[in-house]
């Protein structure tokens, strides 16, 4: 599975889109792109994810560049709920694979009031 | 909205003990996976399960683990012989099918703390 790279921490003010970067240059064609969140000791919680299209859910929109290599979380509105520590994965999908999701540090996002 | 439910959520045991670790995946899901997360550090790939048995492994999950799923609708976590390091947060995921690009979902957490 292709590697990601993420900033460690950001901040952003209550109210304010947040945007969160992600570089996955070495991504292959098969691989998708997920973003999960981890609030305090939480289980992940999953977010959002895509393979080459712009997708926007309830919580977030994902955008991806058209080489693929990066992406960008944004949440619209950010609330002092969404402080968390934001992982993005990139991942597989073959026959065969099993799927398991590899995590990196991610970025801390500490929203500010 | 469906959830993947782990129990206990926090569990206390002596060094040498034997624990087990009880997650109830989503209903209609086929593939599980156990996570751990050692305080301060990254989430880590355990074990992954379908069709009743283990379709990988990574290099923690030694001989003194094993998983289970007893009946259609637990999935557990068994330490044989719990040693110091094995004190973590243990996550449970379960996701629908092989080759579908739907994502897992994990449970909440064990908090295993070895005495």
């Known amino acids: 599975d292709a590697k990601t790279t993420q900033p460690t921490s950001m901040d952003c003010a209550e109210g304010r889109a947040a945007n969160l970067p992600c570089n996955h240059s070495?991504?292959?064609?098969?691989?998708?792109v997920y973003w999960y969140r981890q609030i305090h000791s939480q289980g992940p919680q999953y977010i959002i994810h895509?393979?080459?299209n712009n997708e926007t859910n309830e919580m977030a929109s994902l955008i991806i560049t058209e080489d693929r290599k990066s992406s960008t979380l944004i949440l619209p509105h950010a609330t002092l709920r969404d402080t968390a520590v934001y992982y993005c994965?990139?991942?597989?999908?073959?026959?065969?694979?099993?799927?398991?999701?590899?995590f990196g540090q991610g970025t801390t996002l500490q929203v500010k009031p | 909205e469906p959830e993947v439910t782990q129990t206990p959520s926090h569990q206390v045991t002596q060094m040498g003990q034997e624990v087990i670790l009880r997650c109830v995946p989503i209903?209609?899901?086929?593939?599980f996976y156990w996570y751990r997360q050692i305080l301060g550090q990254k989430v880590e790939f355990l074990v992954s399960?379908?069709?009743?048995?283990?379709?990988?492994k990574s290099e923690i999950f030694d001989d003194q683990f094993s998983v289970e799923r007893p009946d259609g609708s637990n999935f557990t976590l068994k330490i044989r012989s719990t040693k110091l390091e094995d004190s973590a947060m243990y996550f449970c995921?379960?996701?629908?099918?092989?080759?579908?690009?739907?994502?897992?979902?994990f449970g909440d957490g064990t908090r295993l703390s070895i005495l």
């Open positions: 995921a379960s996701r629908d099918r092989p080759y579908s690009n739907q994502p897992q979902h």
């Open positions: 070495t991504i292959s064609g098969n691989e998708y």
């Open positions: 895509g393979l080459k």
């Open positions: 994965i990139v991942r597989l999908h073959l026959s065969g694979n099993t799927g398991k999701l590899i």
């Open positions: 209903s209609n899901h086929l593939y």
């Open positions: 399960f379908y069709n009743n048995e283990i379709s990988e």
